[in-house]
């Protein structure tokens, strides 16, 4: 059954070409169109603009229910205590029914700010097994594309390691589509490394990786490993897969950055919570352009995530409105040239943006970084089919879903006490 976007102002994510015109879209596809069927669905667009919805190219759905927790027992001083006292005490703490409603409330607001694709990471060391079905069914409820993985460490033993490999070979066995998700260099030995590139091998996917967030990783390589961190990937086979993403990337020196760019691998840029963790700023036009952005699990809005990118990369990197542009989009080309389903034409963000000054293709960055906001989505359409209609959620109810996850989040701040 098709949907039609009738008096849609179409705005070409490539080109900027703007079109006024019916849109007929479908579980394929999507194209303009003249004439309307009488019986058929029909959303009227008029003095909206209509253009592909976005992508969060790196998110952690267990980080939702952190937001107001108390305080750690500690107040970190430094990346390492961030996570051992944040981060690693909250995973710790997550079961079942946590997972299901941080993933529940992420999807809700990846939604409504426009993101119909998400690629996650995800780590509950004491609830491993089936996880990542729990997010892909959340996702799936709500009606978001999804690339899954599990943060493989050796940060908890040897049992809860060998846990994380076989969820991802139970998940990609039964056809979930998924990356192989490693921790960070620091917390992953030479064994787990080796078994985590020959599983992805034997699925035909890449690893999603932390790659040199913190100084900590690249000094902790050297002394463990004798290389840094980029190096030992590259002697481990990672960088030759296709589909291997490296999160991050801060402090990379001049020979990682070549493998890097000689590799062809994508980086996630994660500029908020890089500044967040205090960790510094990396200048990945010295890199390579293939960078895309991501939330690190901040927040779901990528067009926040674009912002921010921009006005820390100008004085950094020289970056400039269209660069910032590029990687907010280039998550597209990714999971096209991934071979990853989810991403289609048929994937569109209504914004209803009542702009005080003319919307032209000439001048659309322009109001891409200084007007449209997250508060400008109205209406999402997620492989085809409506996923939010006029600001709400179609298909679940979000009283409900804020309210368990309210609900867990208490259980989970009891449990971390
Ligand atoms: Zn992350």
Redesign the pocket.
Known sequence: MALYLKNATFIDWQTFAITKTNIKVTSNDMNFVDDIPTDAEVFDCKGKLVTKSFCCG???IYSTLARGMPAPKKIPENFNEILTYIWWTLDKCLDRDMIEASALASAMYCAKNGVTFVID?HASPFAVEGSLSIIADAFDKIGISHLLCYELSDRDGQDIAQAGLDEHERFLSAGGQGHIGLHASFTVGSTLLKQSVELANKFNTGLHV?TA?AMADQEACVKDHGKRVVQRLNDAGAMELAQTIL??CVHLDKIECGIVRGSGRWIVE?IE?NQNNNVGQANYNQITDKVML?T??MHSDMLRSAKAAFLAGQAVEGLGMDGAYNRFRNIHKYIAESGFKGDGDNNLVVLDYNSPTEVTSDNFIGHFIYGLDSSHVSTVISNGEIIVKDGLLTKANETDITSYAREMGNRLWDKMK
Request: aromatic share 0%.
């Open positions: 790196h998110h952690h990471h932390h967030e999160i991050h994660n919570s991501g690190d699990g």
